[in-house]
């Protein structure tokens, strides 16, 4: 499920979080599926519990899981609503690279840059 690389210069609690927000995004993870518990997935991973809350706590924040008390952690029906906030961000973008008279592949560029 999740690979934790001490090696890697990204923290831990990164690590947890991007990783379970691409496989949100992607939909490998579907709206409904339940997490493991916190201290299950610290206990997986080699991890403190305080670095996996961290990372769940993260993904509430974006709205790409739920908490629901004893119930457990899920993956949201709001992280849908992340993909069209992207959209309409890069509509927006889009937009502006054309108002300026950019063109693509130096929007791109500068995409990339901002996105590093």
Do not use: C, K
């Not at 001490?6 to 949100?24: G, K, N, T, W």
């Not at 599926?33 to 403190?48: D, K, M, Q, W």
């Amino acid at each position: 499920m999740i690979t934790i690389d001490v090696s890697s210069s990204q923290p831990p609690f990164e690590q947890v979080r991007s990783q379970l927000a691409r496989r949100i995004s992607d939909r490998t993870l579907a709206v409904g599926t339940r997490l493991p518990t916190v201290r299950a997935l610290a206990t997986e991973l080699g991890l403190a519990a305080n670095t996996v809350a961290r990372a769940y706590r993260e993904l509430e924040e974006a709205g790409m899981v739920e908490t629901r008390g004893r119930a457990g952690t899920f993956v949201s029906a709001l992280g849908d609503r992340s993909r069209i906030a992207l959209r309409q961000a890069a509509a927006e973008y889009a937009a502006t690279v054309h108002a300026l008279g950019i063109d693509t592949d130096e929007a791109m560029e500068a995409a990339r840059a901002a996105l590093s």
